[in-house]
């Protein structure tokens, strides 16, 4: 594989990569501002926040926002690395030429969400009879998707927080002796 820059001084700069795959080499261009990957949307449907993404990673929140640009251009170790934490197919992480807007990333984040909440519901119910209902739809589920048996519930405590609200720790109260060294 080769790979060969256009003239920099072109108003749109492009890539040309041979590939060889049996007979004849093809020669498919790349040009900037096309997408390579979808990371930043399969984060997204699968609901994991960049902070999560960056303590899995071992990286910073600031290179987890330009891993997602849809035009970075990853090396693969990278974007295994993505896959693992975000357990998706890799393939889900690639952009092809054909993409259909509707993809099976879409289809698996709604029934990761489906179970999730089909799990609340077993878990907080009182009857009997709604428990073995909510059983009865986790077994389904899980033939249509058998990774779903693996997804736990949504968190029954608390509420998330928006970004501009505080949280417990930003509201107690703290005097001046508490920092105060006393030489102990």
Known sequence: MSIANTDPTDAKVSQEVTVTSGESPETVSIADGQPLQRLGMARRMQGISRRTVARRLNVGIEQVRQQEHETADLPLSVIYAWQKVLDVPIGELLVEATDALV??????????????????????????????????????????MP???????????GKRRRLSE???????????????????
Do not use: N
């Not at 990774?147 to 405590?157: C, K, Q, S, T």
């Not at 505080?166 to 102990?184: K, S």
């Open 166 to 184: 505080l949280g417990m720790a930003a509201q107690r109260h703290l005097t001046e002796d508490m920092f105060i060294d006393r030489g102990d």
């Open 147 to 157: 990774e779903l048996a693996h997804i736990g519930p949504w968190h029954a405590v």
């Open 103 to 144: 993809s099976p990333i879409l289809e698996r984040s709604q029934l990761v969400r489906l179970m999730k909440t089909v799990l609340a519901i077993r878990q907080q119910a009182r009857q009997q009879s709604i428990r073995r209902m909510a059983q009865t739809m986790c077994d389904q589920l899980v033939e249509i």
